[in-house]
């Protein structure tokens, strides 16, 4: 069984930064695609941030130079770092692993940016 554990969430202003963070449990980190998603309230789930087993990264045109995805396989950890937050980021962000054509979802983590 794998579970995935969000966290670094909250409210934060216009401008500001937060990092969000997700730690994984079982034995398939190393070898899976994380990813970031987030849903705003009426809107479809969609991809912010995706780093592959490999390292390569893709980002969504809405965030790119702004947020940064990383992982360290030692810490079974995947980490989102959010700079230049706008309204319009907010949303419930998930965190994501593909194995195998296997997707696990983490529970999710709220983010509010609003002065």
């Known amino acids: 069984q794998v579970q995935l554990v969000e966290s670094g969430g909250g409210l934060v202003q216009p401008g500001g930064s937060l990092r969000l963070s997700c730690a994984a449990s079982?034995?398939?980190?190393?070898?899976?695609?994380m990813g970031w998603y987030r849903q705003a309230p009426g809107k479809q789930r969609e991809l912010v941030a995706i780093?592959?087993?490999?390292?390569?990264?893709n980002y969504a045109e809405s965030v790119k130079g702004r947020f940064t995805i990383s992982r360290d396989n030692a810490k079974n950890t995947v980490y989102l770092q959010m700079n230049s937050l706008k309204p319009e980021d907010s949303a419930d962000y998930y965190c994501?692993?593909?194995?195998?054509?296997?997707?696990?979802w983490g529970q999710g983590t709220q983010v509010t940016v609003s002065s």
């Open positions: 079982g034995r398939i980190f190393s070898t899976s695609s």
């Open positions: 780093i592959y087993s490999s390292g390569s990264r």
């Open positions: 994501n692993a593909l194995n195998n054509g296997t997707p696990y």
